[in-house]
Nanobody, 120 residues
Framework: QVQLVESGGGLVQAGGSLRLACAASGTIFVINTMGWYRQAPGKQRELVASMTSAGTTEYTDSLKGRFTISGDTAKNTWYLQMNSLKPEDTAVYYC??????????????WGKGTLVTVSS
């Protein structure tokens, strides 16, 4: 069974940086897409960034230039580098992926989330 586990969240001051990591485990054949979403208190979950297996990236317009998604396919791990953090970036960050695994073709998986708090 495929599982996604996030790490790297925490408390940071405005202007600081954090790097989140998401590790996928299980009998994985290919990670078709990998991404990050976030959900702030009282708001809907929104896409932060995504990346295909071919390396094509997509970002929410408001975050371009501050956030960068990258992946290490050998480790089935991807990252979200977050720079120049603002208090409004405070949210639970979830990793997401569409994965082809043993007995499961191209299914969507979610991590449990990691909290990022940016203090002013």
């Amino acid at each position: 069974q495929v599982q996604l586990v996030e790490s790297g969240g925490g408390l940071v001051q405005a202007g600081g940086s954090l790097r989140l990591a998401c590790a996928a485990s299980g009998t994985i054949f290919v990670i078709n897409t990998m991404g990050w979403y976030r959900q702030a208190p009282g708001k809907q979950r929104e896409l932060v960034a995504s990346m295909t297996s071919a390396g094509t990236t997509e970002y929410t317009d408001s975050l371009k230039g501050r956030f960068t998604i990258s992946g290490d396919t050998a480790k089935n791990t991807w990252y979200l580098q977050m720079n120049s953090l603002k208090p409004e970036d405070t949210a639970v960050y979830y990793c997401n992926a569409r994965i082809t695994a043993l007995f499961h073709a191209d299914m969507e998986y979610w991590g449990k989330g990691t909290l990022v708090t940016v203090s002013s």
